[in-house]
């Protein structure tokens, strides 16, 4: 709560992590800088806020939210699409809810884990990228992204080839083009159907770079949210495709909630937050609500928003520090599986099933193929992400380095 200091000044002291994790109380004032006049008596100060960052603290209740939000998509895929409810369908046969009513009622809301990952997206990048050059932030984002998304690229194919009959294959260079992972970039179809949201990152990753150059801070991060809001609002309506492409106006909106949910973690909450992330609520409930005509058509849009806002809530929970007390080691293996989980369960899981639906209950496989994939995922993590990114990052850095040093001809 604000508190008055001995020279009338208003000052809020916050929470930062520490070694004691306690409060620790802002500096007394310094003298009036020269040219300005101190204050004169009778006439009331003008108040001082004191921000203290709260950094260093590693959020594990994130990785649970993010395994949540992959497992709630890979339902969705198995068990709860427009495409695997009917007649005639290649995966099932025949509609899934009549097959599992229960379970399609439920896994129709599971592509709302897809506006989840952004949201966490634009949270983590942030947090991330605080304090790192935009060699780093490149470096960084190359090792993440892209040895897992190779690896699925190239597993994925291999499945379309062995197991025919349940997916179309692209034609082998449609196929090479897909490693660039910029195959939207060129009107190019993706392996696999989930790389659509790849598209949408790389676009936020290219903006945010933009703020990362200059150095981020509290005031550039906010004037970043709102300017590319305002673009996002004014692109569907201008005409003008290359505002519309970089805008992003179906995925930014999550974007900056998570930018604005870290910045109430790191800095503390005030209005000028809450407005952006209700700005965000507003606008991400009408994307929410496009997305089931244009696109679902298996959910409806009131469900919908109280999923969605109720992971809101739970991300501004988190970045408030109500779930500071949550260490459980286990977290972080479970948040390094999301995301090959999440670009190899679709083409590869929904052909299991065509192969298996006549074998077991339907609900049973559906809880064995995922766990199937969830075990190759801590695989690929083990033996596929981690070894290459470790490789790729050397090699990157080495390059930077000979970019650095390198001298022009005598």
């Known amino acids: 709560m604000p508190m008055r200091g001995a020279d009338g000044r208003t000052t809020i002291p916050t929470r930062v992590a520490g070694l004691s994790g306690g409060l620790q109380q802002p500096l007394p004032p310094l003298a009036a800088p020269p040219g300005r006049r101190p204050p004169q008596p009778g006439v009331a100060p003008r108040p001082r806020v004191v921000v203290r960052e709260r950094v260093g603290r590693r959020l594990y209740a994130v990785d649970g939210i993010r395994l949540i939000a992959a497992l709630m998509v890979a339902v969705h895929h198995f068990a709860g699409t427009d495409r695997v409810d009917q007649p005639g369908n290649p995966i099932w046969g025949r509609p899934v809810s009549d097959i599992m009513p229960t379970v399609f009622r439920f896994a129709s809301y ?9 949201v966490i997206s634009g949270f983590v990048i942030c947090m991330s990228c605080w304090g790192r050059t935009p060699r780093q932030f490149f470096v960084s984002r190359v090792i993440r992204l892209y040895p897992a998304y190779w690896f699925a690229v190239v597993f994925t194919t291999a499945v379309l080839v062995a197991v025919p009959g349940v997916w179309e294959r692209l034609r082998l260079r449609e196929v090479l083009l897909n490693l660039t992972m910029l195959q939207s970039g060129s009107g190019v179809a993706n ?48 005409g003008f495709r290359l505002l519309e492409l970089t ?79 949550v260490r459980w080691k286990w977290l972080v293996t479970a948040g390094a599986l999301t995301y090959p989980l999440y670009l190899i369960h679709y083409v590869a899981g929904t052909t299991l099933i065509n192969r298996l639906r006549d074998t077991m209950d339907a609900r049973l496989l559906v809880v064995v193929v995922l766990a199937g994939f969830l075990v ?33 001809p005598a």
């Open 191 to 238: 392996v696999d159907g989930v790389y659509w949201t790849l598209w949408s990152e790389l676009r936020f990753y290219l903006l945010f770079l933009v703020v990362v150059a200059t150095g981020l801070t509290y005031r550039k991060v906010v004037v970043f949210c709102c300017v590319w809001g305002a673009a996002a609002m004014l692109a569907p309506v201008s």
């Open 110 to 118: 599971g592509w709302i884990g897809v506006e989840i990952f952004f």
């Open 247 to 325: 805008a992003n106006p179906e995925g930014a909106w999550y974007f900056i909630a998570g930018l604005a949910l870290y910045l109430m973690h790191r800095f503390g909450q005030d209005l000028l937050l809450w407005g952006i992330l209700g700005m965000a609520w507003l606008m991400g409930q009408l994307e929410l609500g496009h997305r089931i005509d244009e696109v679902e058509h298996v959910s409806g849009w009131r469900g919908s928003v109280l999923v969605f806002t109720v992971f809101l809530l739970a991300m501004v929970a988190i970045a408030l520090g109500a779930t500071d007390r």
């Open 376 to 408: 190759l995922s801590w695989l690929v993590h083990r033996f596929v992400e981690r070894p290459v990114a470790g490789a790729v990052k050397r090699g990157l850095d080495t390059s930077f380095a000979r970019m650095r040093n390198a001298r022009g």
